[in-house]
């Protein structure tokens, strides 16, 4: 089995080099120059882009082939100061179009989390109004990269509500309502609370979307099962919505972190524990010929880098390169 390991948005190496600046809210309303303030937050966000690209830069020197974008890049978008105001197509393609130039060039493999408000169980008209359109932006931001659906937008399923079977069959029935658009770049991931590993999979495999399975997550939320009982269902819906003839090839891919310490089990640790990845990534190495792993420690690229280092001690593995490796089977 071929690992490959990514991290989330920000290094902890490059300096300087945040995707995420921005400007509150109260801040712009303060500003009376309305279009100077705009054009204040179109700088800002094509320093986050131009930092983004440095990372990706930094990615490609230290062989990381996958990474998560910060869902921040374009500050304010969408807020209600801001209506009408898009600059993902106008001022700011340019800047998106050379990160996807990047991207493609040097095969890598991105993706965003949109944040947890953004929730398709909801009950409420004007919360599922506000997640079509964050998730109508995010896809945006691809379309502007210009990448294909391998690139993908990874959410919870949401709350319960009072009821998860209610809330459940609320989520199919407004996911079925997506433009296919938005539909095919979606990716399901199980959480630490509410929605089960095991639950999620299900509604997974009801809408057609692949899971990301969080080992994390099910660790600390799951009604007995084990997480690789569950894989070759996971497997399957990422092997569902590949389509091959559109060279659309879509490998498995894992979340990881560790717990922060005993009383915080649910919080994320600098680092990850080497012992209970391993032991995951043996148990489904047979069934997986590669897999991406994407890290959610605190330490960001530094906790990729010392878990590559970890590994050099464990039998059956051989360094690929910097951010890689094969776990013999």
């Known amino acids: 089995m071929i ?24 801040h712009f309303a303060k500003l009376l120059d309305r279009e100077a303030a705009t054009r204040k937050l179109e700088r800002i966000a094509a320093e986050n882009l131009h930092n983004t690209l440095r990372l990706l830069r930094h990615n490609r020197a230290h062989d990381i082939h996958m990474y998560r974008f910060s869902s921040k890049l374009v500050p304010l978008i969408g807020h209600d100061l801001l209506e009408g105001w898009n600059p993902i197509s106008g001022v700011l393609a340019p800047d998106f179009a050379e990160i996807g130039d990047y991207v493609r060039t040097h095969a890598m493999r991105v993706s965003f989390h949109p944040d947890h408000f953004t929730v398709l169980s909801t009950p409420r008209e004007d919360v599922l109004r506000s997640s079509v359109a964050d998730l109508d932006r995010h896809v945006q931001m691809l379309e502007a990269m210009g990448l294909d659906e391998r690139a993908k937008c990874n959410i919870h399923i949401g709350g319960a509500y009072g009821s998860k079977e209610t809330a459940g069959r609320r989520f199919i029935r407004q996911f079925a309502a997506l433009p296919e658009s938005i539909k095919s770049r979606i990716t399901l991931e199980n959480d630490d609370k509410t929605f089960n ?22 660790q600390v939320n799951n009604e007995g099962e084990r997480a ?13 919505a ?3 003839e559109d060279n659309i090839l879509l490998p498995p891919k894992i979340h990881v972190s560790s717990p922060k310490d005993e009383r915080n089990i649910r919080g994320h640790a600098d680092y990850i524990e080497l ?11 047979e069934l997986t010929p590669e897999l991406d792993v994407m890290i959610e420690a605190k330490m960001k690229d530094k906790a990729l880098f010392r878990l590559m280092e970890d590994i050099q ?6 360094e690929i390169d910097q951010a890689s490796f094969e776990l013999m089977t």
């Open 228 to 240: 690789d009982e569950l894989w070759p269902r996971i497997l399957k819906t990422w092997e569902t």
């Open 313 to 318: 001690g464990e039998s059956g593995v051989r």
């Open 197 to 218: 590993a095991a639950e999620t999979l299900a509604l997974c495999e009801q809408v057609g979307a692949p899971m990301v399975l969080d080992i994390h997550h099910h």
């Open 242 to 244: 590949s389509r091959p």
């Open 275 to 285: 012992p209970a990845l391993m032991d995951f990534l043996r148990s489904i190495a």
């Open 3 to 26: 690992v490959r390991l990514g991290y989330v948005a920000m290094s902890m190496v490059v300096e300087n080099a945040s995707p995420s600046k921005t400007m509150t809210a109260t």
